[in-house]
């Protein structure tokens, strides 16, 4: 079964800082890969999303990521963060089918991001 | 506008006593699923269903019933609530699994 680890729990990042959020996965071939955001009492918003080619993913509200399968890493990154950006965010992945699309997602535990002024 | 809708967005009940949290999607989605979300350990996926009459066991189903009798609609049943039950709840939909989940807004549900 696929797994995924977010290794940071809370990151606290100075508005107009970059940032990155780092993103593991374990499957045997290439999944499809998701960051999710979630804003307080709210539900997820997807961010963007990895399905195969170019390994470099852009998303919405300036977010990118890459897929690095030597590293079966899927880290996101913003180049720089607003104070908007604090909120949890959730990594998912899902595991292709044969016939099309994917099982039902895996979800990180998630990361909290802080915004420092 | 598009939405899943999730009713009700806070809910006490007590041990024992069956409820129901409604959702329903206006967007003809055929892939539904429910998730639970808990401090520390992220969402969790209860039931899904790939389609009318198609449901599958997530990641905790134990303790929860569902139904896929619509296409719109995928409600999630507490026949007997307990405490260990208490927890954020979310109903997903999207075209096809592993395709983009649209999230309803959450349900709060508190067991006592």
């Known amino acids: 079964a696929q797994s995924v680890t977010q290794p940071d729990i809370h990151i606290t990042v100075s508005e107009g800082a970059s940032l990155e959020l780092r993103c593991n996965y374990s499957y045997g071939a290439t999944p499809y890969l998701f960051w999710y955001v979630q804003s307080p009492g709210q539900g997820l918003q997807l961010l963007l999303k990895y399905f195969s080619g170019d390994t470099l993913v852009q998303g919405i509200k300036g977010f990118e990521a890459e897929f690095k399968r030597s590293q079966s890493s899927f880290n996101l990154r913003k180049p720089s963060v607003h104070w908007s950006d604090a909120a949890e965010y959730f990594c998912a992945v899902g595991v292709p089918r044969a016939g099309g699309g994917a099982d039902g997602l895996t979800f990180g535990k998630g990361t909290h991001l802080i915004i420092q002024p | 506008e598009a939405q899943v809708t999730q009713n009700p967005r806070y809910l006490i009940t007590v041990t024992g006593k069956k409820l129901t949290v409604t959702c329903s999607q206006n967007m003809n989605h055929e892939y539904m699923s429910w998730y639970r979300q808990d401090p520390g350990l992220g969402l969790r996926q209860i039931y899904y269903?790939?389609?009318?009459?198609v449901t599958d066991k997530g990641d905790v189903p134990e303790g929860y019933k569902v139904s896929r009798k619509e296409k719109r609609n995928f409600p999630l049943i507490l026949e007997s609530p307990s405490p260990n039950q208490t927890s954020l709840y979310f109903c997903?939909?999207?075209w096809g699994a592993g395709e983009k989940l649209f999230f309803g807004s959450g349900t709060q549900l508190s067991v006592l």
């Open positions: 269903s790939m389609n009318v009459e």
């Open positions: 997903a939909s999207s």
